[in-house]
């Protein structure tokens, strides 16, 4: 079964600062994978997905993340956080057969210190 | 953009009643909706798969004759939980796949649904 796991139940990194969070993904087949963000009380909302078309993948609010295939890993990075990147944000993996549901990580908490 | 709107957005009961929660695609068919489940600051869980006119599928550990999924159409999914406890107490969370891009691998998530059980 294809799964993804997040290092770090919580990250803080002051605004302007580097983000980046870890996720590693653990599937046989070349995945699909994805990254959400949740702010408290709400869905979540796509920040990017990897497909195979690149493996560096920009997303919405400055945020890209690296599929490295040698490292099973696909983290998550922004240049410079601000204020407003503060939230939950979740890693995921697709299949490619059957349902294709999404599978989700453990979930980083992102703070942003002033 | 593709739109899916659940409601309600917060829900309370009494324990032993049923509370049904929507989850219709606004501006898309969805062939397939997901519900998740997701406990405070903890990960969204899969709880079950619906095709449009056919039976939802479960995930282990899911009771299906507490959680009733009914997709009775291509744009309406809707999750009943029966006769509520306070462990049912967590926020739900649809998602669904545009008909036209079934080959697509992208979902849109609804709002998702806070319910609490006195």
């Known amino acids: 079964a294809q799964s993804v796991t997040q290092l770090g139940s919580h990250v803080?990194?002051?605004e302007g600062a580097l983000v980046l969070l870890r996720c590693n993904y653990s599937s046989s087949v070349p995945p699909y994978l994805f990254w959400y963000v949740q702010y408290p009380n709400q869905g979540l909302q796509l920040l990017l997905k990897y497909t195979s078309a690149?493996?560096?993948?920009?997303g919405i609010n400055g945020f890209e993340a690296?599929?490295?295939?040698?490292?099973?890993?696909f983290h998550l990075t922004k240049p410079s956080?601000?204020?407003?990147?503060?939230?939950?944000?979740?890693?995921?993996?697709?299949?490619?057969?059957?349902?294709?549901?999404?599978?989700?990580?453990?979930g980083t908490r992102l703070q942003v210190q002033p | 953009g593709a739109?899916?709107?659940?409601?309600?957005?917060?829900?309370?009961?009494?324990s032993g009643t049923s509370v049904k929660i929507e989850?219709?695609?606004?501006?898309?068919?969805a062939t397939t909706m997901f519900w998740y489940r997701q406990f405070p600051k903890q990960s969204l869980m899969l709880m079950a798969t619906s095709n449009e006119g056919s039976k939802?599928?479960?995930?282990?550990g899911v009771e299906k004759d507490k959680f009733l999924i009914n997709h009775a159409s291509l744009t309406l999914s809707t999750l009943t939980v029966t006769s509520a406890h306070p462990e049912?107490?967590?926020?739900?969370?649809?998602?669904?796949?545009?008909?036209?891009?079934?080959?697509?691998?992208?979902?849109?998530?609804?709002?998702?649904?806070?319910?609490t059980v006195l």
């Open chain 1, 66 to 73: 690296e599929f490295k295939k040698s490292e099973t890993s």
């Open chain 1, 12 to 14: 803080s990194v002051s």
């Open chain 1, 81 to 106: 956080a601000h204020m407003s990147d503060a939230a939950e944000y979740f890693c995921a993996v697709m299949g490619d057969t059957g349902r294709r549901a999404l599978t989700f990580g453990s």
């Open chain 2, 56 to 60: 939802a599928t479960y995930e282990q």
């Open chain 1, 54 to 58: 690149a493996t560096l993948v920009k």
């Open chain 2, 3 to 14: 739109v899916v709107s659940q409601h309600p957005s917060w829900v309370i009961c009494k």
């Open chain 2, 88 to 115: 049912d107490s967590s926020f739900y969370i649809c998602s669904a796949r545009d008909r036209k891009s079934s080959g697509a691998n992208v979902l849109t998530f609804g709002a998702g649904s806070r319910l």
């Open chain 2, 23 to 29: 989850c219709r695609s606004l501006d898309f068919q």
